[in-house]
């Protein structure tokens, strides 16, 4: 698979194409028809399949009050790449990029760049500044034909990347992974704490995250070290408010596991969401409610998961 990091810097891409847009964070279920689209029809007209996203993401760009990403970027690489997509071209989303109108994008791009002959989008597709482009705005163009993908719902619920997000704000993290390719997860670097969990007999991994996101309580996880070695536990993300925190911290109490693993990356999968954060009276109170999270968790695993 090909990957072109930069378009702008791209004159041609030397072939016809048949061509999908979005930003596909998380590849839920209306993402996968779009994609399967592009390649059902690539193979039949026998040209390239192209997507092209964005890097950063237009909502991260803006910093949109809540937003946070269901996928990395190169998770969704890896989902392309294995379905058969011949080339992803990553758009870096940027102030001047947000002011090309409809009419450039779909001249200079479209039909200048990647020499789309079949475009496959969504109906309720907006493209262009202030989102001008939309379906009636393809359908009128004779240069490439434009294919609809129909809305995929749950019952009559839209499916889409911002209510899958809206879930997981709101603690449904069972149903928002039922819609995902794969679990919603964080990564990062595990640093140095301050030691409170050994203190309560759970020391935890502490990882460093880029930035606060909008939840929090206590989760049952799956956790990938360095990529490779895997381990299940209990996940909190808040403020430590028995301690009077300030500051949002992601840690992991991982079971039966005590090797040193300051520095190295880990992946946090989350699985379901246990409980809210408690401001406990005492450490004695926070440990018996520990106790109970723990048990719940390996109950969990066992009976739904059979692990």
């Given at each position: 698979?090909?990957?072109?990091?930069?378009?702008l810097?791209?004159?041609?891409?030397?072939s016809?194409?048949?061509?999908t847009?979005g930003?596909?964070?998380?590849?839920?279920?209306?993402?996968?028809?779009?994609?399967?689209?592009?390649?059902?029809?690539?193979?039949?007209?026998?040209?390239?399949?192209?997507?092209?996203?964005?890097?950063?993401?237009?909502?991260?760009?803006?910093?949109r009050?809540?937003?946070?990403?269901?996928?990395?970027?190169?998770?969704k690489?890896?989902?392309f790449?294995?379905?058969?997509?011949?080339?992803v071209?990553?758009?870096?989303?940027?102030?001047?990029?947000s002011?090309?109108?409809a009419?450039?994008?779909?001249?200079?791009i479209?039909?200048?760049?990647?020499?789309t002959?079949?475009?496959i989008?969504?109906?309720?597709?907006?493209?262009g500044?202030?989102?001008?482009?939309?379906?009636?705005?393809?359908?009128?163009?004779?240069?490439?034909e434009?294919?609809?993908?129909?809305?995929v719902?749950d019952?009559?619920e839209?499916?889409s990347?911002?209510?899958?997000?809206?879930l997981?704000?709101?603690?449904?993290?069972?149903?928002?992974?039922?819609y995902?390719?794969?679990?919603?997860s964080?990564?990062?670097?595990?640093?140095?704490?301050e030691?409170?969990?050994?203190?309560?007999g759970?020391?935890?991994?502490?990882?460093?995250?880029c930035?606060?996101?909008?939840?929090?309580?206590?989760?049952?996880?799956k956790?990938?070290?360095?990529?490779?070695?895997?381990?299940?536990?209990?996940a909190s993300?808040?403020?430590k408010p028995?301690?009077?925190?300030?500051?949002?911290?992601?840690?992991v109490?991982?079971?039966?596991f005590?090797?040193?693993?300051?520095?190295?990356?880990?992946?946090?999968?989350?699985?379901?969401?246990l409980r809210?954060?408690?401001?406990?009276?005492?450490?004695?109170d926070?440990?018996?409610?520990?106790?109970?999270?723990?048990?719940?968790?390996?109950?969990?695993?066992?009976?739904k998961?059979?692990l």
């Amino acid at each position: 698979m090909k990957i072109i990091d930069d378009l702008l810097k791209l004159d041609s891409l030397g072939s016809k194409s048949v061509v999908t847009i979005g930003n596909f964070d998380g590849i839920h279920a209306g993402h996968r028809e779009l994609v399967k689209g592009t390649l059902s029809l690539s193979d039949k007209v026998n040209i390239s399949s192209v997507v092209l996203t964005f890097e950063p993401l237009p909502e991260e760009f803006f910093k949109r009050k809540g937003f946070f990403k269901l996928m990395a970027i190169t998770d969704k690489l890896d989902y392309f790449r294995e379905v058969g997509i011949d080339t992803v071209i990553k758009i870096p989303f940027t102030r001047e990029f947000s002011q090309i109108t409809a009419s450039m994008f779909i001249n200079d791009i479209l039909i200048g760049k990647l020499q789309t002959q079949h475009l496959i989008v969504g109906k309720d597709f907006k493209f262009g500044r202030n989102r001008e482009g939309n379906y009636d705005t393809l359908m009128k163009e004779k240069k490439f034909e434009t294919n609809i993908v129909s809305i995929v719902k749950d019952y009559d619920e839209k499916i889409s990347s911002s209510m899958i997000r809206k879930l997981i704000v709101d603690g449904d993290i069972e149903k928002a992974n039922s819609y995902l390719i794969n679990k919603f997860s964080m990564d990062g670097h595990i640093v140095h704490g301050e030691k409170l969990g050994r203190k309560l007999g759970y020391p935890t991994a502490n990882i460093e995250i880029c930035k606060s996101f909008p939840i929090s309580g206590i989760f049952l996880v799956k956790v990938v070290i360095q990529g490779t070695q895997e381990k299940f536990g209990l996940a909190s993300i808040g403020n430590k408010p028995t301690f009077s925190g300030k500051k949002d911290l992601l840690e992991v109490f991982i079971f039966n596991f005590d090797s040193e693993i300051y520095g190295k990356k880990i992946r946090v999968y989350f699985y379901e969401k246990l409980r809210n954060q408690i401001k406990f009276d005492s450490e004695d109170d926070l440990i018996k409610q520990m106790d109970n999270d723990s048990a719940n968790a390996k109950k969990i695993l066992k009976t739904k998961y059979g692990l």
